[in-house]
């Protein structure tokens, strides 16, 4: 599938709603100009210059980023075939180049209107376009809180056969997922007892009440979802936008510190599975080997950073199959999960397990 038929399928599935204005991501800081020259002067090879009253960031001759006179538009390097797209997705944030720049590589945003998170995403994607591959390579080796490069196809159906192989991996979804019949609703009593019998047979271990006891599990859910759980989205990871991204992070970080038993909150790695189960197409889960190599952290804004490595990875992965993000799983061998658990299998398996040789 190339480049334009991902945004399509991206633009087919994103649901249906308003186009981002200024500053409407919920939580996040928009972005400024003194984030812009510091995610730009942080990259290998780069100078900034004053050109006609206006800053610009080149790699030697090229320039890959530069800010309007008022500086309140960023123009940037982006690929020409991806352009149309992106406009028609999100046209309060993103702007056609100016007549002249149009037979460019090139695209331009409004400050305003992105948070800083995606500002960074932006502008490293933009000096990738402009520096040999081997100078970014370095660059992500050294400063492995960059967004790390994915799985291949054949790297992921190598692990996805062996994570299958290691017994019956799905029992306990499968026992779940007939509980809730594809719509998990924490309201409901019953959902939170399968959702807590879910998470101990995947190695959570929280501890169920003893008689007379309350049930501190289940009223931390049932407050928890009455906070959060029509905030999380129904769309696939692929395709999550960062106000979803955003929406996740927050609602992670507050599970993540529920007291579900005495002397314990549901902790970082249950948080991350909970969240699974309740958006399987749209979250990539953890556990403490994987947060910690990728990340370093465990908190809300590494989960967030882990949610967008894996929208990356399986935009890729998407793009090398041509099959659409519901097909790949069963193409794997994985027909019962999402793609979001594929690249968790392979996560586990190569980090988790440390099985790396090649298929």
Request: hydrophobic content about 50%.
């Amino acid at each position: 599938m190339s480049v334009r038929a991902l945004w399509q399928h991206a633009a087919q599935q994103a649901p249906a709603a308003a186009p981002r204005a200024a500053g409407a991501e919920r939580g996040t800081r928009v972005a400024t100009v003194e984030q812009v020259r510091a995610a730009a002067l942080a990259l290998p090879r780069t100078s900034e210059h004053l050109i006609r009253d206006r800053v610009k960031f080149r790699v030697g001759r090229i320039v890959y980023l530069a800010l309007s006179r008022d500086e309140t538009v960023l123009g940037f390097a982006f690929p020409r075939e991806e352009r149309e797209l992106l406009l028609a997705t999100e046209p309060g944030v993103y702007l056609p180049p100016e007549p002249a720049d149009e037979r460019f590589n090139w695209l331009q945003l409004r400050l305003a209107a992105v948070p800083e998170a995606e500002l960074r995403e932006i502008v490293l994607d933009a000096w990738r376009m402009v520096v040999p591959k081997r100078v970014a390579a370095e660059h992500e080796a050294a400063h492995p809180a960059a967004l790390p490069p994915g799985p291949a196809l054949a790297e992921l159906r190598f692990a996805a056969g062996v994570f299958a192989g290691l017994g019956a991996v799905d029992a306990g979804w499968e026992r779940w997922a007939a509980v809730v019949a594809a719509a998990p609703d924490l309201a409901r009593p019953e959902h939170r007892a399968a959702l807590h019998r879910w998470l101990n047979s995947w190695g959570c271990r929280i501890r169920y009440p003893r008689e007379g006891e309350p049930d501190l599990f289940s009223a931390a859910l049932e407050g928890w979802w009455a906070a959060h759980g029509a905030e999380l989205p129904d769309a696939s990871l692929a395709v999550l936008t960062e106000g979803q991204l955003d929406a996740l992070a927050a609602a992670y970080a507050e599970l993540a510190a529920l007291r579900v038993s005495p002397g314990r909150t549901l902790g970082p790695t249950a948080a991350a599975k909970a969240l699974y189960a309740l958006r399987p197409a749209a979250v990539m889960p953890w556990d403490a080997a994987i947060a910690q190599r990728l990340h370093g952290s465990r908190d809300g804004a590494a989960f967030r950073r882990h949610l967008a490595c894996g929208r990356r990875w399986a935009r890729a992965v998407i793009a090398e199959s041509g099959l659409d993000e519901g097909e790949l799983p069963r193409e794997l061998g994985r027909p019962a999960v999402s793609l979001a658990k594929v690249l968790d299998d392979y996560l586990y398996v190569t980090i988790t397990a440390g099985i790396t040789a090649a298929p």
